[in-house]
């Protein structure tokens, strides 16, 4: 149904913004409701910590590992390597891991909260190296990384 220009211009009146409008709803984001910028799985899932003195647990912590912790009045902000480039969800890397002594094979998530490795899907002889590579395993890593723009605790 399209609208017409006397309906848009309405629609458009009855919620501008105004001085009055702001001071009676100023639609202010009360923190404390926000979930947590630190996406974490229940307790079950099979965890790896990242161990500081293992290089490659290094590399794999340091590709979204946090870097700054920054204070605004009550809150604490904490900032990654790998930030959302400006938007207000945060970014999340998975990874693909086959042939990597002291893990098991399979998709991890990167649980920043518990700098560790979640195991959330073990690998028999499947995997995302199909959707990237034709009839190929990949040896090592494969980092994905996603953004959500909305999560729920």
């Known amino acids: 149904m399209l609208l017409t220009k006397a309906a848009g211009k309405e629609y458009h009146d009855r919620t501008k913004h105004s001085y009055l409008s702001v001071q009676i709803d100023p639609n202010y984001v009360d923190p404390s409701t926000q979930p947590s910028p630190l996406k974490s799985y229940p307790k079950f899932y099979r965890r790896f910590p990242l161990e500081p003195d293992n290089s490659i647990h290094s590399f794999i912590r340091l590709t979204h590992a946090i870097t700054f912790n920054k204070i605004y009045k009550n809150d604490v902000y904490q900032l990654r390597v790998n930030p959302s480039a400006g938007a207000l969800y945060p970014t999340e890397i998975y990874i ?22 979640v195991l959330i899907y073990e690998l028999i002889d499947d995997g995302i190296d199909s959707y990237l590579f034709r009839d190929r395993l990949v040896k090592g890593f494969i980092f994905l990384v996603s953004c959500a723009s909305f999560r729920r605790n």
């Not at 086959?98 to 920043?112: A, C, F, P, S, T």
């Open 96 to 117: 693909q891991v086959r042939g990597i002594k002291g893990l098991i094979d399979g998709i991890y998530h990167l649980e920043v909260a518990t700098n560790s490795l």
